[in-house]
T-cell receptor
Framework: EDQVTQSPEALRLQEGESSSLNCSYT??????LFWYRQDPGKGPEFLFT???AGEEKEKERLKATLTKKESFLHITAPKPEDSATYLC?????????????FGTGTKLQVIP | EPEVTQTPSHQVTQMGQEVILRCVPI?????FYWYRQILGQKVEFLVS????????KSEIFDDQFSVERPDGSNFTLKIRSTKLEDSAMYFC????????????FGEGSRLTVL
């Protein structure tokens, strides 16, 4: 069974204090790894797709990286508006390939 | 910017009652999904739908659940006889391509079963 584990569960940063969120995964054949942002009471919002080890994607203050076992979401000089829960998800080649399996997320709070 | 819309935003129902949650996916998307999120827990896959039939479903999606695309624009999730444990946020999502995890989610329908 596909598994996604995110750490830490919660992270509190001062504005401008860079950090990284971790996502480790176990799948039998990774089709893709995805990062989403979820604001309270809202649906997840797509951020990045990563397909193979070594791949990197960037968007504003966020950069996602991928290895064979984990992914990192690096947040550089965060601002209060970056406060949200960040979800990692995977899609596997085996079995039903349309299913996306989510982790429990990292709740990020950026303090002004 | 096109978006996925869901109604109702919140529904309260008595245990054993039928509930229908409605979604209008993005118009040029071909793949439709329902996910749910129990309060404080992770987002869980329920079902995917393509070409007017279910293409994949999870073990959560038992005989009490059904999906339908009745008129070419709406996509519905029906829970036949609700249980307390069905209380959750239900998210509809759509995508252009089955090979992408780039899902576009709606804002969700919060279901409270009393």
């Amino acid at each position: 069974e596909d598994q996604v584990t995110q750490s830490p569960e919660a992270l509190r940063l001062q504005e401008g204090e860079s950090s990284s969120l971790n996502c480790s995964y176990t799948v039998s054949g990774l089709r893709g790894l995805f990062w989403y942002r979820q604001d309270p009471g809202k649906g997840p919002e797509f951020l990045f797709t990563l397909y193979s080890a070594g791949e990197e994607k960037e968007k504003e203050r966020l950069k996602a990286t991928l290895t064979k076992k984990e992914s990192f979401l690096h947040i550089t000089a965060p601002k209060p508006e970056d406060s949200a829960t960040y979800l990692c998800a995977v899609q596997a080649y085996s079995g039903g390939y349309q299913k996306v399996t989510f982790g429990t997320g990292t709740k990020l709070q950026v303090i002004p | 910017e096109p978006e996925v819309t869901q109604t109702p935003s919140h529904q309260v129902t008595q245990m054993g009652q039928e509930v229908i949650l409605r979604c209008v996916p993005i118009s040029n998307h071909l793949y439709f999904y329902w996910y749910r999120q129990i309060l404080g827990q992770k987002v869980e896959f329920l079902v995917s739908f393509y070409n007017n039939e279910i293409s994949e479903k999870s073990e959560i999606f038992d005989d009490q659940f059904s999906v339908e695309r009745p008129d070419g624009s709406n996509f519905t999730l029906k829970i036949r006889s609700t249980k307390l444990e069905d209380s959750a946020m239900y998210f509809c999502a759509s995508s252009r391509d089955q090979n992408t995890g780039e899902l576009f989610f709606g804002e969700g329908s919060r279901l409270t079963v009393l």
